[in-house]
């Protein structure tokens, strides 16, 4: 008598539960599924009470308007346009995947596959495998359709489409413009677009603030378990260069011209050499060299240069530069004009490279005469000097 009213009791537990199943409201496919509502659930940090990070976000589910629409060798609506949602969301909150040794997927592995006409091999062995390119990312478009492998892609986890890392597996994606990084699991194919190395879901490229541009300059590093993966740029940023020093005025000078050769076009506007005509460098050396040669200086006076013997050798500095090809480009002026012993030497100035031309050794005789010719060149006076 007591087993036969437990055994009544049970089955009317059982029919009320039933019946509570049945009348549940089901869940319409026409909701965003794993899409967090807006009322601040995105902004805070839930822990899963073992010490790590409990992702806010819903993990997504297979959204059944993504399938179809997709022909074998192509891609998925290319007609349609990606898109992101309206709200930005907490990525710190987001926890990283960790690096484990998972088993390929039976689907998405294939040694060799082909899409929009171009093949790709996939790896056989991850370690070692290093990447610099461009980084693109997918976001809603996506967000519940099957990845390559037939998980579900979710665009508020950290996971990345790749060409040939195996299905799953793992990698940390490192900005290069800002080195910030993030740890993705691998677990779809793409991105298939030239230059392009890895599409990083939204939430890994919120993660490295690539999604104002929609590119970013990375390197993608695999990982294996107990890898030292720890971001070389990102902690140990590489100095700052020291500052070039500042150019000269004959610097300036220089650089606005172009190199003296007889297929030098005319030179920019406001550049005056010798005889203050805007006409070819060479043209201009020419006119120079004669018109100092024919006719006196009054502009240029002779330097005072101290006598010496004939055995003396004079060399004139004719002006020091802080860049090379402007040092290069006044040599070549001053040989054009038949200065053949000018030359150029380097030398350090406050932690800084120049590049010093130089006219000699002369004899004494020549000098005064020869400093007369440079100056008619536009170069300014030069400087008798002794090493």
């Not at 290069?176 to 490229?205: C, E, M, Q, T």
């Not at 050798?313 to 020091?320: D, E, F, I, K, P």
Request: hydrophobic share 35%.
């Amino acid at each position: 008598m007591h087993r036969s009213l437990v055994r009544s009791t049970l089955i009317a537990t059982m029919a009320v539960g039933l019946v509570a199943c049945a009348s549940a409201p089901k869940k319409s496919v026409s909701q965003p599924a794993g899409i967090p509502d807006k009322g601040g659930v995105h902004h805070s940090q839930l822990p899963d009470g073992k010490g790590k990070k409990k992702s806010p976000y819903a993990p997504a589910q297979e959204d059944p308007r993504t399938r179809g629409n997709y022909t074998a060798g192509g891609l998925y609506k290319p007609g349609v346009s990606d898109s992101t949602p309206d709200h930005v969301p907490d990525v710190d909150a987001i926890p990283e995947p960790e690096v484990t040794n998972e088993p390929r997927s039976p689907i998405g592995n294939r040694a060799t596959y082909s899409v929009l006409g171009k093949q790709y091999k996939v790896l056989d062995n991850t370690k070692g495998y290093v990447e610099k390119g461009t980084a693109s990312y997918y976001g809603q478009k996506f967000h519940g359709r099957r990845t390559s492998n037939m998980e579900v892609y979710d665009m508020y986890a950290f996971t990345a489409a790749h060409k040939t890392l195996p299905l799953p597996s793992f990698a940390r994606v490192t900005n290069l413009d800002n080195g910030k990084s993030v740890v993705v699991r691998v677990n779809d194919r793409g991105p298939f677009h030239d230059g392009r190395v890895i599409d990083l879901s939204y939430a890994a490229a919120v993660k490295l603030g690539i999604t104002a541009r929609g590119t970013g300059r990375v390197e993608v590093r695999a990982l294996q378990p107990g890898d030292d993966d720890r971001p070389v740029y990102a902690s140990e940023p590489a100095k700052p260069a020291a500052p070039p020093a500042a150019p000269t005025p004959i610097d300036r000078l220089i650089a606005a011209m172009p190199v003296a050769s007889a297929r030098a076009g005319e030179l920019p506007p406001g550049v005056r050499i010798a005889t203050g005509k805007p006409t070819s460098m060479a043209a201009s050396a020419a006119t120079a060299v004669a018109s100092v040669a024919t006719t006196p200086l009054p502009a240029a006076p002779t330097p005072a240069i101290p006598a010496a013997s004939a055995s003396d050798g004079v060399v004139l500095q004719v002006a020091s530069f802080t860049a090379r090809a402007n040092a290069d480009r006044a040599l070549t002026t001053l040989r054009q004009a038949g200065i053949d012993t000018a030359q150029i030497s380097d030398a350090s100035a406050n932690g800084q490279t120049i590049w010093r031309l130089r006219v000699g050794p002369l004899q004494a005789a020549q000098a005064p005469e020869l400093a007369a010719r440079i100056a008619g060149l536009g170069f300014g006076q030069p400087q008798r000097v002794r090493d």
